[in-house]
C-alpha cells in the first residue's frame, strides 16, 4: 500500500478566466506563491519517497519549495501528468468557449469530449491513471509498501484520477472539486484505492505519516474498515 499525495499547482494570471493548456511560461502569481509555500510547510513533515510533476512551469513552481523542503530528493517529469491538450480551445477566455456547442458536452457528457485538434478526456484519464499506478507499483518496489509520494499536476486531470479512485465514471468527475495548491491523497493497495482526502486546503496532514508497525496487521491491506474504525 503507497500513499499518494496529488498536489494541483497554485494560481497562476491565467487560472479562472483563461484555458492555459499547455501554453509555455506560464508561472504562479504571488498568491500562488504564497500557496506554494504554505503547502510546502503543511508537507515539510511527511517522508516523501518521491516527487513527480507535470513538465508545466506552473507544476515545477509549486514543486520547488517542497523539492527544497525535502533535501535529497529529485524531481521526475511525466509528460502523461500534464494538463489537457485543449487543443485550438487553449488560451482562449472560459467565458467565450462557454458559448460553444461543445461546451454542453464537457459539462454533461465528459468522456464523449475530444476537443477541436486537441485531445479527448477519456484519454486524459487514461494516460494519468496509469501514469500513477504505475509509478505507485514502482514505489512500493523501491521503499516499501507504507511509502508516500507526491505528484504534482492539474485541475482536471487530478478530478479524473480521483474518479477513476472512486470507481465513479469519468461522467460524473465534474462533481469533484480540486482548488489550487490542494492536497488529494489516495491510498493503492492490491485489490482497490482508498480516497483519504480529496480538496485539503489548509488541514493537518501530519496524520499521514505512518505508524510504526508493533505487530503484522491481521486484516488484509485491501480491506476497507467495517464500522467506520478509530
Known amino acids: 500500500m503507497t ?46 519517497a518521491a516527487v513527480v510533476s507535470s513538465p508545466l512551469d506552473r507544476c515545477l513552481d509549486t ?53 477541436p485538434d486537441g485531445e479527448s478526456l477519456a484519454a486524459v484519464q487514461a494516460r494519468a491513471v496509469a501514469a500513477v499506478r504505475e509509478r505507485s507499483a514502482a514505489v512500493a518496489e523501491a521503499h516499501g509498501d507504507d511509502a508516500i509520494w507526491l505528484a504534482c499536476s492539474h485541475g482536471d486531470v487530478i478530478k479524473a484520477i480521483v474518479a477513476d479512485a472512486l470507481g465513479l465514471h469519468l461522467d460524473l468527475f465534474q462533481r469533484i472539486v480540486i482548488g489550487t495548491c490542494s492536497a488529494t491523497v489516495i491510498k493503492y493497495t492490491v485489490l482497490r484505492p482508498f480516497v ?35
Not at 488560451?91 to 456547442?101: D, I, S, Y
Open 63 to 115: 514543486v520547488a519549495p517542497i523539492l527544497e523542503s525535502h533535501g535529497g530528493l529529485t524531481l521526475d517529469i511525466d509528460e502523461r501528468l500534464g494538463e489537457c491538450r485543449y487543443g485550438s480551445w487553449t488560451g482562449k477566455a472560459l467565458k467565450e468557449l462557454a458559448k460553444h456547442p461543445m461546451w454542453k458536452v464537457v459539462q454533461n457528457h465528459p468522456s464523449a469530449a475530444v476537443f
Open 196 to 230: 483519504v482526502k480529496v480538496n485539503d486546503t489548509g488541514g493537518d496532514l501530519s496524520e499521514l505519516i505512518p505508524p510504526k508497525r508493533r505487530r503484522k496487521r491481521a486484516r488484509g491491506a485491501s480491506d476497507a474498515t467495517v464500522g467506520g474504525g478509530r
Open 3 to 48: 500513499t499518494l499525495v496529488l498536489v494541483r499547482h497554485g494560481r497562476t494570471p491565467m487560472t479562472g478566466p483563461v484555458l492555459a493548456g499547455w501554453t509555455p511560461d506560464v508561472h504562479l502569481d504571488d498568491e500562488g506563491i504564497k500557496q506554494a509555500a504554505s503547502l510546502a510547510t503543511r508537507l515539510a513533515p511527511i517522508p516523501l
